[in-house]
């Protein structure tokens, strides 16, 4: 049972450059989530699907985009990486329910030169 | 919306003192509570919870108890260990939404 597992763990972009971040969750959970944690500023929702079939934004979702691949998969897309989407991003997954917490993957430290 | 206010930081605490996090919530619901904690170069994992008024959670010595009258779910243990360095962060659980909302993360130093 791997929990929450994300790809890559480390990356560096060009400004302009696209990439797409992969996330996985073999815990059969319905909602899953992407954020960004830069210094000093918390966890910022970017965008989450709260079940398989819909995406909806966070508070920060200019310049992404994501897709429910199927029930296991959650991507993150950036399309023209800009110096500002330096952050570390988080991946993370919830079964359905407010009494149940967030499992989080180990996070993506992207660079954009 | 939902809001989460947390204690400001860094807080610097010696060895076995008795720590306090403070954290009060705003919600439009009736919210589960969490309180999470992230060590350097990892995700955030949940430390422990609390799903109803007067609920106490608990967990590796850490306790938190939901406060309806009050808003608050202040994290609290009564000796600190070196081990216990992180960034802990507050949570509610939004009841209409499939999401949840964080508080900024309070970083606590533990000094031998």
């Known amino acids: 049972n791997a929990g929450v597992t994300q790809t890559p763990k480390f990356q560096v972009l060009k400004t302009g450059q696209s990439m797409t971040l992969q996330c996985a969750q073999d815990?059969?959970?319905?909602?899953m989530y992407w954020y960004r944690q830069d210094p000093g500023m918390g966890l910022r929702l970017i965008y989450y699907s709260a079940s398989e079939g819909t995406t909806d934004k966070g508070e920060v979702p200019n310049g992404y985009n994501v897709s429910r691949l199927n029930k296991r998969e959650f991507s993150l897309r950036l399309e023209s990486a800009a110096p500002s989407q330096t952050s570390v991003y988080f991946c993370?997954?919830?079964?359905?329910?407010?009494?149940?917490?967030?499992?989080f993957g180990p996070g993506t430290r992207l660079t954009v030169t | 919306g939902d809001s989460v206010t947390q204690m400001e930081g860094p807080v610097t605490l010696s060895e076995e003192a008795f720590l306090t996090i403070n954290c009060t919530y705003t919600a439009t619901g009736y919210p589960s509570l969490f309180w999470y904690v992230q060590y350097p170069g990892e995700g955030l994992q949940l430390l422990l919870k609390?799903?109803?008024?007067?609920d106490k959670g608990s967990n590796k010595g850490f306790e938190a108890t939901y406060r309806k009258e009050t808003t608050s779910f202040h994290l609290e243990k009564g000796s600190v260990q070196v081990s216990d360095s992180a960034v802990y962060f507050c949570?509610?659980?939004?009841?209409?939404?499939?999401?949840?909302?964080f508080g900024d993360g309070t970083t606590l130093t533990v000094k031998p």
């Open positions: 993370a997954s919830r079964a359905w329910g407010r009494d149940y917490e967030q499992y």
């Open positions: 815990m059969n959970h319905n909602s």
């Open positions: 609390a799903t109803k008024a007067d």
């Open positions: 949570a509610l659980s939004d009841p209409n939404a499939g999401k949840s909302t």
